[in-house]
T-cell receptor, first 114, second 114 residues
Framework: AQSVTQLGSHVSVSEGALVLLRCNYS??????LFWYVQYPNQGLQLLLK??????LVKGINGFEAEFKKSETSFHLTKPSAHMSDAAEYFC????????????FGGGTRLMVKP | NAGVTQTPKFRILKIGQSMTLQCTQD?????MYWYRQDPGMGLKLIYY???????DKGEVPNGYNVSRSTTEDFPLRLELAAPSQTSVYFC?????????????FGEGSWLTVV
């Protein structure tokens, strides 16, 4: 079975500072990895995904993530935080099985200070 | 495109009542899912379906039932509502072709059981 751990349930950064949200996964087979963002009272929107092509994946709103197999990590970064980045971020893993479902981490709430 | 549509968006239930959360998608996706999200937690899979007429349990199925009579619709039924079922419910869908495909989420249904 696969699992995801997001280190830090809350992360606070200043506007313009680097954003780093951590995600580590566990999977016995090659995984597909996703980052979703959830704005208050809204559904989940895909930020980016890793599907075994390039290990550095670029997503929407200036975010990117790097798949590191040796570290079983898929951390999300953005060079310069914007106030509009304040949201909940979820890392998720999926493997080819009967249901192809996503298994989510616990989420990280990003707060951006002016 | 409407994508994944859930109704109702908000509902308050009394303990012991029953209700159905409706979910429909217009993308002709074979895979559909129901997740619940509790405060400060990630999403947990309740049930999933790989096609019309086929459903299976996820991680937290107790107290829920589903059906999948058509490709488009995947309703979630709560029988004998309990306070522990207070949560935000998300319906999602995914095209056939492997777990690298994106899962698309609905806007969510906020349910309170009192």
């Amino acid at each position: 079975a696969q699992s995801v751990t997001q280190l830090g349930s809350h992360v606070s950064v200043s506007e313009g500072a680097l954003v780093l949200l951590r995600c580590n996964y566990s999977s016995s087979v090659p995984p597909y990895l996703f980052w979703y963002v959830q704005y208050p009272n809204q559904g989940l929107q895909l930020l980016l995904k890793y599907t075994s092509a390039a290990t550095l994946v670029k997503g929407i709103n200036g975010f990117e993530a790097e798949f590191k197999k040796s570290e079983t990590s898929f951390h999300l970064t953005k060079p310069s935080a914007h106030m509009s980045d304040a949201a909940e971020y979820f890392c998720a893993v999926s493997v080819n099985n009967a249901g192809n479902m996503l298994t989510f981490g616990g989420g990280t709430r990003l707060m951006v200070k002016p | 495109n409407a994508g994944v549509t859930q109704t109702p968006k908000f509902r308050i239930l009394k303990i012991g009542q029953s209700m159905t959360l409706q979910c429909t998608q217009d993308m002709n996706h074979n895979y559909m899912y129901w997740y619940r999200q509790d405060p400060g937690m990630g999403l947990k899979l309740i049930y999933y379906s790989v096609g019309a007429g086929i459903t299976d349990k996820g991680e937290v199925p107790n107290g829920y039932n589903v059906s999948r009579s058509t490709t488009e619709d995947f309703p979630l039924r709560l029988e004998l509502a309990a306070p522990s079922q207070t949560s935000v419910y998300f319906c999602a869908s995914r095209p056939t072709g492997g777990s690298g495909n994106t899962i698309y989420f609905g806007e969510g249904s906020w349910l309170t059981v009192v």
